[in-house]
């Protein structure tokens, strides 16, 4: 079975401050795919990040950055300097390969106060 | 810009009554279209997987005849919330497989308020 694992229900930041959002997942699956996505009030999903289970490079964008650990089955995101727009919700999904079916967290509603 | 569109956006309307919920590809024919439901302050829960010219998969718990799907073209599929209530009330948001890319694409979700 599939799992996605948010412990974080809601964070709250002061501008410029880092944040790290944790996401942990379970599956038996040895292909599959990670995401993260972000949704802000008006209620879209916004793509922000997909790793594949083989690609265990972190990867940074701008102020984003995920850190994806297969030995610890976590995709952490972390987000510097942070900023009052980041203010969203944040969703971790997992999708297996050759599946369409979406798997997500929680979600971690991140506060971001001036 | 947005690659599945959702319509409409918000609605409102009076228990008992039906309301239908359209998801289009954009730009790319999507053979396979699934349903969410996402609750306040919740995740989104798969409600049903849509395929194009046969009936739609639904999941455990979600019932068939209270959320009829309907995939009628490579571009659009429809979900129509029958005899609503307002424990139906939710944010619905549609999903879709681009046949050739293999991505898949969010629309902008539909926020349904019975009253």
């Known amino acids: 079975a599939q799992k996605v694992t948010q412990a974080q229900t809601e964070i709250s930041v002061v501008e410029k401050e880092d944040v790290t959002l944790d996401c942990v997942y379970e599956t038996r699956d040895t292909t599959y795919y990670l995401f993260w996505y972000k949704q802000p009030p008006s209620g879209e999903l916004v793509f922000l990040i997909r790793r594949n289970s083989f690609d265990e490079q972190n990867e940074i964008s701008g102020r984003y950055s995920w850190n994806f650990q297969k030995s610890t089955s976590s995709f952490n995101f972390t987000i510097t300097a942070s900023q009052v727009v980041d203010s969203a919700v944040y969703f971790c999904?997992?999708?297996?390969?050759?599946?369409?079916?979406?798997?997500f967290g929680s979600g971690t509603k991140l506060n971001v106060k001036p | 810009g947005a690659v599945v569109s959702q319509h409409p956006s918000r609605v409102i309307c009076k228990s008992g009554t039906s309301v239908k919920i359209e998801c289009r590809s954009l730009?790319?024919?999507?053979?396979?279209m699934f349903w969410y439901r996402q609750f306040p302050k919740q995740s989104l829960m798969l409600m049903a997987t849509s395929n194009e010219g046969s009936k739609a998969t639904y999941e455990q718990g979600v019932e068939k005849d209270k959320f009829l799907i309907n995939h009628a073209s490579l571009t659009l599929s429809t979900l129509t919330v029958t005899s609503a209530h307002p424990e139906d009330s939710s944010f619905y948001i549609c999903?879709?497989?681009?046949?050739?890319?293999?991505?898949?694409?969010f629309g902008e979700g539909s926020r349904l308020t019975v009253l």
């Open positions: 999904a997992l999708r297996v390969y050759n599946f369409n079916k979406f798997y």
């Open positions: 999903s879709a497989r681009d046949r050739g890319r293999g991505e898949l694409f």
């Open positions: 730009d790319f024919q999507a053979t396979t």
